[in-house]
């Protein structure tokens, strides 16, 4: 039995990062495939985890902290007691399990885990998504840190900024009596606020405040986590996946008999127009995303989509919007896509195809 022990230093790869480990079911996968770009302190146990990372002064403490799900599930009270400890702020948390159990993958999104792994999974996708962990979550813990970061990377060209001004204000003026019957209508519909104000995710990591008109119950949020697991339209499509990155809920019950309305005519949109005329999107773009679904999209392949224009419309209204068949896949695809590629053609060419595309029947 193997308590504590290390893997060499690989200097050729680069390794730097040192990951505490707790399990023995995937150990010798892990140390075989991710030995030469990690540096492994060895734990079977959670409460040798526990002991290990007592021992750590502020200089040694690791990087990451990959445990394996044990029988009695103590791993997640030691989450929570690693939560507690100031020194550890800041260390990327990841599970592994062999076991395909969703109250597991419930328990480890409650707990805010970085990521969690179900065996079988591809050992090089574990070993990108740790790099990534470290590079974004670790050096900018928070996302609004991260937004501090890289939201240089994006600027607005000054002709799309013009488009944004003139076709936001337009509105406004234009849509002004139709927002004031809306608002009536909701307050006499149901109890609650008019409008609904989230945290989203725009340009470079950007988070800001998000408004739509109130289409849902009061309690919408606290219904999310259950729903997202039994009603998300988008199904995790790969073994070993947690969760999907995306959440749309299909036949929602959390929304309003009105709110079904102004969803399908896409009026609960409307007060996004202010958030266009404050600069936080723009009229095209890639739709800012809620922190959750943010946090779930930092890997390599996906985070280009946040270093294009957030947007009020975009290539997935046009195209996809509403439709059963449509994977989680495509929709980053497209999201990909047009942060690489958009143009002020392009925003023409949706914005002309956005009308047709409001009207959705399918409800998702």
Known sequence: MMNQTTTNWNENSGSQINVAYAGLELRELIAKDLGDSFHFAFNDTVEQLGEYLGNQSILTIPEIVLMEVDKEEK?????????????????????LSTRADKRLVQTAIKLKLHDFYTYPFATSDLRERLNFLVRFKLIKPKLLEIGKEVDTTYKMPAGKRFLDLFISITMLICLSPIMLIVALAIKLDSKGPIFYKSKRVGTGYKVFDFYKFRSMRTDADQLLAKLSETNNQYAAEETGVAKSAFVKIKNDPRITKLGNFLRNSSLDELPQLFNILRGDMSVVGNRPLPVYEAEMLTSNEWSMRFLGPAGLTGLWQISKRGKEDMSERERKKLDNFYAQKYSFWLDLKIIFGTIPAMLQKEKV
């Open 75 to 95: 791993c997640f009270a030691m989450v929570e007691t690693l939560r507690k400890n100031f020194l550890m702020n800041g260390v990327i948390i990841v599970m």
